[in-house]
């Protein structure tokens, strides 16, 4: 009896250090996994959090952002300056109505990654003074000032984005 008890207890402790060592074993793989995993979220996170604005290239998408902002200082954007904001862009631009739309929404997304783009507009505008001529760059001057004034006259907010616009695009 006391070898059965023996046996016994012999199991039961190298069960009880089996499953020790397999929960150690378990807890530093996951360790490791862990820290590769921050370091590949480090890695992404490094990539994804660039704004929009920073790797702007396509001029119309530098003044989708702008024509967004513009309408936004006046609060939400309503229907009517969507509608007019996209037409602008069609006209302007010699978008189709699915690539004005897709600049409307980059427009839209990029704004609500800055909050303002009236602080970046040198950044903003950076492809614009890089690809388009004099006549493009006062075209675009003039659509944000009848983009300003669709819902009123614009505010002084509006004129102080449209004078920095001017300065960056009409002075260099």
């Not at 702008?66 to 006209?91: C, F, H, P, S, W």
């Not at 903003?124 to 009123?152: H, N, S, Y």
Request: net charge negative; proline share 2%; aromatic share 6%.
């Amino acid at each position: 009896m006391h070898i059965i008890i023996a046996i016994l207890g012999a199991l039961a402790a190298a069960f009880w250090a089996f499953t020790h060592f397999m929960n150690a074993a378990n807890q530093g793989r996951e360790a490791v996994g862990e820290v590769r995993g921050v370091i590949r979220r480090g890695k992404w996170n490094r990539r994804v959090d660039q704004r929009l604005i920073e790797n702007l290239s396509d001029p119309r998408e530098a003044a989708a952002v702008l024509l967004y902002q513009m309408a936004a200082y006046d609060g939400a954007v309503t229907d009517r300056q969507q509608a007019r904001i996209i037409e602008e862009m069609k006209n302007v631009f010699q978008a189709d109505e699915e690539t004005a739309h897709g600049l409307y929404a980059f427009g839209r997304m990029a704004v609500g990654e800055i909050n303002d783009a009236g602080n970046n507009v040198r950044k903003i505008l950076r492809p614009v003074v890089e690809v388009c001529t004099a006549a493009e760059k006062q075209q675009l001057v003039e659509l944000l000032e009848r983009t300003a004034e669709i819902e009123g006259p614009p505010a002084d907010i509006q004129r102080r984005l449209i004078a920095e616009a001017r300065r960056v695009l009409l002075t260099e």
